[in-house]
């Protein structure tokens, strides 16, 4: 008899789903106990679509700041907040964060084209890895922005921002920011 691996011992993937039919080959919803691959998939390309996503989630915490470098600290950091989001919304923090990733994902963004010395801004479709490594960075940096000069920890920020993001919030700064450049890209067509 087989038991399920639960993320954290806690949160099961069984039912988390992508909607998202671009990202569905991107995000990794691989089952493990522990999101720590050791860097196995460093030095292969394309390799990081085979790291779990809130190990890819972790690592763009340890970001030169207040943790970079600690993947400890940072998968801490992420397990408190799936719990807070496990409080908040009595949902699965896996499928909360993917909503938020799915919501938070850019479809279009800007070139610069040369011609003749003449430099053009061009709109352009966004691939699918990039646009879920811009969805991470934009949610992980709205974390940081509200956490920095605030009495709330990075735990409760990065909740309230992955909560906000799956809603398509309007106060989620990831939301701000790929409204910000689809705006931008529909301006340069």
């Known amino acids: ?3 399920e691996v639960k993320l954290f011992g806690k949160w099961s993937y069984e039912e988390v789903e992508v909607k998202d039919p ?12 522990y999101p720590k691959t050791g860097g196995r998939h460093a030095h292969k390309s394309f390799a990081r679509i ?6 890819r989630l972790a690592n763009q915490l340890m970001r030169p700041g207040e943790s970079g470098g600690l993947k400890v600290k940072a998968l801490n950091i992420v397990r408190n907040a799936f719990e807070i989001i496990h409080l908040k919304t009595e949902m699965n923090p896996l499928q909360v964060l993917i909503k938020a990733l799915e919501n938070a994902a850019p479809c279009e963004d800007v070139t610069r084209v040369a011609y003749g010395g003449i430099v053009y801004h061009r709109a352009v479709d966004v691939a699918p890895s990039r646009r ?5 960075r934009f949610i992980v940096d709205g974390a940081r922005l509200k956490a920095f000069s605030n009495p709330k920890t990075i735990d ?11 809603e398509g919030s309007q106060d989620s700064y990831a939301i701000q ?9 529909l301006a340069s067509r």
């Open 1 to 3: 008899m087989s038991k």
């Open 22 to 33: 671009s990202l569905k080959l991107y995000i990794c919803l691989k089952p493990v106990l």
């Open 50 to 55: 085979n790291t779990p996503i809130v190990e």
């Open 132 to 136: 879920l490594d811009l969805a991470l």
């Open 156 to 166: 409760e920020c990065l909740a309230d921002e992955i909560i906000n993001a799956a």
């Open 177 to 185: 920011r790929k409204d910000e450049l689809e705006r931008i890209a």
